[in-house]
């Protein structure tokens, strides 16, 4: 390897020939794929020392940032307490510390649905630590927990712990009695292991050499795991499987599904060893997800489908005969999509999007009707969690938005009363009342309202009523995965310094329904591309920014919309972030072997079966697409060495060929870590600060 004058790694040319649908292409940079070869690690080695010399002056920036992040986080805090069995659970933070602390106490009574007051720094009456992530970190650089599940009679905890970052968890069984872990010890399973309700067994999923989980286990507490038993295997190899207990503890429900397809079985949880039986068999095209719930008397499920419902309905069938008669609960409204439904004993809790916003209601059995939750805000985010009992009297809720940290409420089914739990703290001073948010709507080239939602510090003035001002633009736009407009503390050492962040939300998420999924995957992923500039173009127009006020960020296959963007509309952006970027997606897609891939054709098309697939999602793959004499904007791209969903390889590969096209590109990869990046929330900090400090240094706002 040489390197310029300039301590520009220059990665080393030894191409790799590849030929699909009469297409020869020749591919530099192919040989960075192999992951043990010493010659890859130097160069990401030389990536990273070229990354830290060329951000060295921002060292005081970063420190500056992170010490901000640190000084609105109350470090040594507690979570609300939830409910299950006899306890209430909750997790400690412990300033210094990098990682969470679980802990339980007893409940006052059976009668006690008021989560105690904990105040930090205190000791709490009673209290038991479930497990300490610190200890279970200590001599690991990286320590992530994929599974955790206490037996419903409250006396063993089952974990699962990954410490490479591959995403592959070895599960352990601990007496919470004695504090000491059983001999069990059940290697490579994927995440989301729990206990059966009598806490005999343990279900657990593996995955293939794909990393695609496609086997359901079980495991007798006490023995061996040479002796599981296998519940289920899918061999379909777009399709991946689940498990978990329905909440009234009556059925294992095993879940396999593609993109596109569904199909769910039931197994008595009396009987774990009984034939699977199926609720409705697949079909092409169908998805479904059935809750247990017991309405007068009988067993039933509430079935979510989109069986000629784009949108989803609601529906409800016998437990015994699920293929039997369909009894419509919430029919299909187009614009209404449904998401989830929760059954609890007495009602069940509907979520659901409309007019771009998350929504919830109750759920009456008796005659079908849903109640609305109502919030103050015109634009916030809510969702249901941390509701394991079967038959509480409140529902738990989060709530936040733009400009209102997480908030923890218990809603009074009842009464329809909001009890305020908590509200995140924000240190130094924070006042809702000093930002402003709001949505607005970019036009696409199509004449498609593209929604874009907003949030500044009104102290620098209203967006677009005055100058110019710098721009942090994020998107995503995939998997029918919707962006919600919530709080971020680390957000305000960029608010506080006149930045206004905004969300595009583009085509190929889920903000406006299932056909603004179905618009931005496929044939249609480019609507994805164009929207995102469309609504950079909106916000030039409109005077909110200029393109040299501007950056851009996304994550993931959102690093793929922001590879495509830098391709289609550089001039539009001084700087641009790709966080773990799905950038080299047709060499991905046309190689079965490689994880996941299989299961992305419902998502991305089939480029290896299928030419026009191929010179479809080769026309736009961020790689196939850099081209010498563009100028591009600043990019900086982020991954891991482990990461199993974005191979490490696209970063790399995608970074040296826009070098050698002359673009000003660095690569940041770290040596240990996975595709959500480093652990504990120490590191986590400084990650981000190194982040928004090179987006600051793009913007021109470094000194300030």
């Known amino acids: 390897m040489t390197r310029e004058p300039l301590g520009v790694p220059v990665a080393a040319v030894r191409p790799t020939s590849r030929s699909h649908h009469g297409d020869d292409v020749v591919d530099d940079y192919e040989w960075l794929r192999a992951k043990e070869d010493p010659d890859v690690i130097a160069y990401l080695e030389a990536e990273n020392a070229y990354t830290a010399e060329r951000t060295a002056h921002l060292a005081p920036l970063r420190q500056t940032i992170f010490d901000e992040i640190r000084s609105r986080t109350l470090e040594t805090d507690l979570s609300v307490p939830t409910r299950q069995g006899d306890w209430w659970y909750y997790g400690r933070t412990v300033e210094g510390k990098q990682y969470g602390i679980h802990c339980r106490a007893p409940l006052a009574s059976a009668d006690d649905w008021t989560p105690p007051q904990l105040t930090p720094g205190e000791s709490v009456p009673g209290e038991v630590v479930v497990l300490d992530g610190n200890l279970e970190a200590e001599g690991h650089e990286f320590f992530s927990l994929g599974s955790f599940d206490v037996s419903t009679d409250g006396t063993r905890l089952l974990y699962g712990v990954d410490v490479e970052g591959d995403e592959r968890y070895t599960l352990r069984i601990r007496d919470l009695a004695t504090g000491e872990n059983l001999p069990d010890v059940v290697e490579n399973t994927s995440a989301g292991a729990c206990f059966s309700p009598d806490g005999r067994h343990v279900v657990y999923t593996t995955v293939d050499d794909a990393w695609r989980p496609d086997t359901v286990w079980l495991h007798e507490v006490g023995t061996d795991a040479s002796a599981d038993v296998r519940l289920h295997h899918e061999p379909d190899e777009r399709y991946w499987v689940g498990a978990g207990f329905t909440r009234s503890e009556r059925y294992l429900v095993i879940e396999v599904g593609s993109s596109i397809t569904s199909e769910e079985f039931l197994v008595p949880a009396s009987d774990l060893r009984a034939e699977p039986r199926v609720i409705w068999p697949r079909r092409e095209g169908v998805e479904y997800s059935a809750t247990h719930a017991i309405v007068d008397g009988e067993d039933v499920l509430y079935v979510l489908h989109n069986d000629g419902a784009l949108d989803f309905e609601l529906v409800r069938v016998s437990a015994d005969d699920p293929q039997g008669p369909r009894d419509v609960v919430l029919p299909h409204v187009p614009g209404r999509r449904l998401l989830d439904v929760s059954a609890f004993r007495d009602w069940g809790v509907v979520s659901y999007r409309r007019e771009g916003l998350a929504r919830l209601g109750i759920l009456d059995y008796a005659s079908g009707e849903v109640r609305e939750l109502d919030f103050d805000e015109d634009l916030y985010a809510a969702g249901s969690g941390g509701n394991p009992e079967w038959a509480p009297p409140v529902i738990r809720l989060g709530y936040g938005s733009f400009v209102t940290p997480g908030t923890v409420y218990d809603f009074v089914v009842d009464t329809g009363e909001f009890l305020l739990r908590k509200r995140q703290p924000v240190l130094g001073g924070y006042s809702a009342d000093d930002y402003g948010q ?15 939602s907003l949030v500044w510090k009104r102290s620098f003035g209203e967006p677009g009523a005055g100058d110019p001002r710098p721009v942090h633009l994020y998107g995503y736009g995939s998997y ?30 889920g903000e406006m329904g299932r056909q603004w999924y179905e618009d931005g995957k496929l044939a249609r992923k480019r609507n994805t ?43 539009l952006f001084a700087g641009i972030l790709a966080d773990v970027p799905f950038v080299d997606a047709l060499t991905t897609i046309l190689d079965p072997s490689l994880p996941l891939t299989v299961i992305e054709w419902d998502e991305w098309g089939d480029p290896l079966h299928d030419a026009d697939v191929y010179a479809y ?15 591009y904007p600043r990019i900086l791209a982020t991954t ?27 690569l940041k990869c770290e040596m240990v870590a996975g595709h959500g990046g480093v652990s504990g929330r120490y590191n986590s ?20």
């Open 640 to 666: 891991s060495l482990n990461d199993t969903r974005v191979y490490y390889v696209e970063p790399a590969k995608w970074v040296a060929r826009l070098q050698a096209a002359g673009a000003d590109a660095l």
């Open 617 to 631: 999602m080769k026309s736009y793959t961020p790689y196939e697409n850099v081209r010498p004499g563009i100028r």
């Open 529 to 571: 591309f164009t929207d995102f500039v469309s609504v950079a173009r909106h916000l030039v127009d409109t005077g909110v920014t200029s393109p040299s006020l501007l950056v851009a960020e996304g994550g993931s296959a959102g690093g793929l919309l922001m590879g495509a963007v830098a391709n289609l509309a550089p001039e």
């Open 480 to 509: 029918e995965h919707s962006i919600e407009p919530g709080f971020s503390v680390a957000r305000l050492s960029m608010l506080d310094r006149g930045v206004v962040f905004a969300i595009a939300h583009v085509r190929g998420g």
């Open 685 to 704: 900090w400084h990650q981000r600060a190194f982040e928004l400090a090179w987006l600051l240094d793009v913007l021109g706002l470094a000194e300030g």
């Open 438 to 452: 709001r949505r607005e709507w970019a036009t696409a080239e199509d004449g498609t309202r593209v929604p874009v």
